[in-house]
């Protein structure tokens, strides 16, 4: 990795420890995804050996306790999506799913029969999860859903679809959020299970290196061990969504920081005018400009651990920390791929794919509006969703 890249020396602060992790995922990414990453996302596909192999370096649900879970420090974890999503966005978004949107929750609301018989196996890799939430007409206002899980004795029947769900088609278990008369609550949907089908969605521009896919459940008959007991109304299902979005506000920078390495590579060995891309004051503009936006994003990411490590991180700090490095992601990456000119939307280079990721994740897990929104609401205490 280039000296500049870091800058502040903020490896620096690192332990021995997450030294060994930052190694570790940045070896796995560089020597076992990243040769197979253009072909996967042109065929538009996440392998299932590739979910084994990080379950095997203990990526998912590292911070996390017991169940012969590591209980890491959220730096760890951040350096751990951070290097992630230097392959790309879809290796991230995996790892965000498997562990903060499905094995956080049956931790934190699950029994302990649930505990036992999943977090061990999703830790592994040996099961996959997916997360469902939104649904074809409520995205970003989930609590407008219409999937319905009504009592049937001691029984649930769950009626309804989701939509755009990363692992979709994948995973061994689906965590459904469903409205009961008791609000919203959380559902574990075994593959397999009669009326529950998975669909993957062709056509995609964005994540084709990751399985997303729409969840169809007709009358499906659940048991009452179903049902995760401690999940009460929406607010359950959005204290998952802020373990996911403290991840993207770390791996993102990932993205950058590939996309960033390669535009300052490229424009030192391309020739125009006689004379190299980074003799010009207008690149040397581009990079300088990026750098500066990068290391601003780590900074954020830093003190955002420490804050959740200390246990008083807030859902409006993790908002503001995944808008602002969606966005600064995307636009680096975008300002990369113009850099590399027609190469640029070549699968050979990295920025244009990166690029096309990110627009997906200023989308998901609350738009950039959304969380614009938040903010405005914690300034001026007025909702205006
Ligand atoms: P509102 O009335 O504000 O809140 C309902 C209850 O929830 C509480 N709450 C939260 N709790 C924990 N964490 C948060 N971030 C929370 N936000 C709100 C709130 O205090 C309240 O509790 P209570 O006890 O008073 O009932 O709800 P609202 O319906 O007005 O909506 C608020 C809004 C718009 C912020 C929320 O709906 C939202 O965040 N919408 C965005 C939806 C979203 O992000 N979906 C993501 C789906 S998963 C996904 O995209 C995975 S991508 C794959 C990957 O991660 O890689
Ligand atoms: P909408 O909510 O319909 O929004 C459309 C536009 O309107 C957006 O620009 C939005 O910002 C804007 N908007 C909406 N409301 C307002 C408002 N009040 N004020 C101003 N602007 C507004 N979901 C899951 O549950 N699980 C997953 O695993 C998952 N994986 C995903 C993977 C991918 C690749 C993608 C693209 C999405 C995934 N999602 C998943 C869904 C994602 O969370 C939603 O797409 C997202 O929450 C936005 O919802 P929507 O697409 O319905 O857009």
Same mark, same amino acid.
């Given at each position: 990795?280039?000296?500049?890249?870091?800058?502040?020396?903020? #490896?620096?602060? %690192? !332990?021995?420890? &997450?030294?060994?992790?930052?190694?570790?995922?940045?070896? @796995?990414?560089?020597? &076992?995804?990243?040769?197979?990453?253009?072909? /996967?996302?042109?065929?538009?596909? @996440?392998?299932?050996?590739l979910a084994s192999r990080m379950g095997e370096i203990g990526l998912f649900g590292p911070t996390l306790s017991g169940y012969g879970l590591p209980g890491l420090g959220s730096r760890a974890y951040g350096l751990m999506m951070l290097e992630l999503e230097r392959g790309d966005s879809g290796l991230r978004s995996f790892a965000s799913v498997q562990g903060s949107l499905c094995m956080y929750?049956?931790?934190? @609301?699950? !029994?302990e029969?649930?505990?036992?018989?999943? /977090?061990?196996? /999703?830790?592994?890799?040996?099961k996959i999860a997916c997360f469902g939430l939104t649904e074809p007409d409520s995205g970003s206002d989930p609590g407008g859903m219409k999937t319905? *899980?009504?009592?049937?004795? #001691?029984?649930?029947? %769950?009626?309804? !679809?989701?939509?755009w769900i990363t692992n979709g088609t994948l995973a061994d278990l689906?965590?459904?959020?469903?409205?009961?008369?008791?609000?919203?609550?959380?559902f574990l949907v075994e593959k397999g299970t009669p009326g529950f089908t998975a669909d993957s969605i062709k056509g995609k521009m964005s994540l084709r290196a990751s399985d997303t896919a729409s969840l169809a459940f007709d009358e499906v008959r659940l048991g009452p061990e179903a049902l995760l007991p401690e999940t009460r109304n929406l607010g359950s299902a959005l204290s998952c969504l802020n373990q996911a979005r403290y991840?993207?506000?770390?791996?993102?920078?990932? *993205?950058?920081?590939a996309c960033l390495e390669e535009a300052a590579d490229f424009s030192?060995?391309?020739?125009s005018f006689g004379k190299s891309l980074d003799e010009n004051q207008l690149i040397q503009k581009e990079l300088a400009d990026m750098l500066a936006s990068l290391i601003q994003g780590r900074l954020l990411v830093?003190?955002?651990?420490?804050?959740? #490590?200390?246990?008083?991180?807030?859902?409006?700090?993790?908002?503001?920390?995944?808008? &602002?490095? !969606?966005?600064r992601a995307l636009e680096i990456a975008r300002r990369c791929r113009q850099v590399l000119g027609a190469n640029g939307i070549s699968l050979e280079y990295q920025a244009g794919r990166h690029a096309c990721n990110l627009e997906s994740i200023i989308t998901y897990e609350g738009t950039h509006e959304i969380h614009t929104l938040i903010l405005g609401k914690e300034i001026t205490g007025k909702a205006a969703f």
């Amino acid at each position: 990795m280039s000296h500049w890249l870091d800058l502040y020396r903020m #490896d620096d602060l %690192l !332990s021995e420890e &997450e030294r060994i992790i930052q190694r570790t995922v940045r070896d @796995f990414v560089e020597k &076992e995804a990243l040769p197979h990453l253009p072909e /996967l996302w042109e065929k538009g596909e @996440f392998p299932r050996e590739l979910a084994s192999r990080m379950g095997e370096i203990g990526l998912f649900g590292p911070t996390l306790s017991g169940y012969g879970l590591p209980g890491l420090g959220s730096r760890a974890y951040g350096l751990m999506m951070l290097e992630l999503e230097r392959g790309d966005s879809g290796l991230r978004s995996f790892a965000s799913v498997q562990g903060s949107l499905c094995m956080y929750p049956i931790h934190r @609301f699950g !029994s302990e029969e649930q505990k036992t018989r999943w /977090l061990p196996e /999703l830790a592994s890799g040996k099961k996959i999860a997916c997360f469902g939430l939104t649904e074809p007409d409520s995205g970003s206002d989930p609590g407008g859903m219409k999937t319905r *899980a009504t009592k049937d004795g #001691d029984d649930w029947l %769950l009626q309804g !679809s989701k939509m755009w769900i990363t692992n979709g088609t994948l995973a061994d278990l689906a965590l459904v959020w469903a409205m009961t008369e008791d609000g919203i609550r959380g559902f574990l949907v075994e593959k397999g299970t009669p009326g529950f089908t998975a669909d993957s969605i062709k056509g995609k521009m964005s994540l084709r290196a990751s399985d997303t896919a729409s969840l169809a459940f007709d009358e499906v008959r659940l048991g009452p061990e179903a049902l995760l007991p401690e999940t009460r109304n929406l607010g359950s299902a959005l204290s998952c969504l802020n373990q996911a979005r403290y991840s993207i506000a770390w791996g993102t920078l990932g *993205a950058a920081m590939a996309c960033l390495e390669e535009a300052a590579d490229f424009s030192r060995d391309r020739v125009s005018f006689g004379k190299s891309l980074d003799e010009n004051q207008l690149i040397q503009k581009e990079l300088a400009d990026m750098l500066a936006s990068l290391i601003q994003g780590r900074l954020l990411v830093e003190r955002l651990a420490e804050l959740k #490590d200390a246990g008083e991180v807030t859902a409006v700090q993790i908002s503001l920390a995944k808008r &602002e490095n !969606s966005a600064r992601a995307l636009e680096i990456a975008r300002r990369c791929r113009q850099v590399l000119g027609a190469n640029g939307i070549s699968l050979e280079y990295q920025a244009g794919r990166h690029a096309c990721n990110l627009e997906s994740i200023i989308t998901y897990e609350g738009t950039h509006e959304i969380h614009t929104l938040i903010l405005g609401k914690e300034i001026t205490g007025k909702a205006a969703f």
